[in-house]
């Protein structure tokens, strides 16, 4: 592929990415209202098994920043942002890019998620009180209760979003001759479909009960 071909469909996915962190923004867990579950990483984590973690790291830069120009922030904002898709995306596709199947993809979204939600514990034990001005002790009581599961469930169902739309996004650009690499053990099987649709619906009501 040349490399023209591949920084347009790099732009064309993070278009993608920004059009959904635009669109759908909202808060998961009410004890962290705070903090808005938003699907950009979906994207970001498909252009990492497509095109390595790298693609993954520049994406999430480009989206942090593109994100306070139309909704505001600071470099804080930047920060937990990168981190936050980082820690999930680019070790997704790492595992990914060492082992190229359908079991890498799967182990790799699981560690990805494990790592996004100890690192953004940590990181929100850190940089809230700042943030907010509040004091640490009020970040350590929401960790549990707030904090922790919101990263969890958000990983999760990116994750399961991912593996479900995974297929149909890379055959379109596929198709359209953006992606020309051969479709190897890349699929989603119907028992990876019936699984990640159950954890979206699974969530989704669980969000649900969660908001009363």
Request: proline content about 5%.
């Amino acid at each position: 592929m040349s490399s023209t071909k591949k920084l347009t469909t790099i732009a064309i996915l993070s278009a993608m990415a920004m059009v959904l962190n635009l669109l759908i923004q909202f808060p998961i867990v009410p004890a962290v209202s705070f903090l808005s579950y938003d699907p950009k990483d979906i994207i970001i984590v498909i252009a990492g098994f497509i095109y390595g973690p790298m693609t993954s790291f520049i994406m999430s830069l480009l989206c942090s920043f593109l994100e306070i120009v139309f909704r505001g922030g600071n470099l804080l904002d930047v920060l937990m942002n990168v981190i936050s898709t980082c820690t999930f995306a680019c070790v997704a596709a790492c595992i990914y890019k060492y082992k190229h199947s359908k079991k890498g993809a799967i182990i790799g979204l699981v560690l990805g998620t494990v790592c996004c939600t100890l690192s953004m514990t940590l990181w929100n034990y850190i940089v809230t009180p700042i943030y907010y001005q509040m004091p640490r002790s009020a970040v350590v009581g929401m960790l549990l209760p707030g904090i922790v599961p919101f990263n969890f469930i958000k990983c999760t169902l990116n994750a399961a979003c991912a593996m479900l739309i995974y297929k149909p996004l890379v055959n379109a650009l596929r198709n359209t001759q953006f992606v020309t690499q051969p479709n190897t053990s890349e699929g989603l099987t119907k028992d990876v479909g019936i699984v990640s649709a159950f954890i979206i619906v699974s969530i989704a009501v669980l969000i649900l009960v969660m908001k009363g």
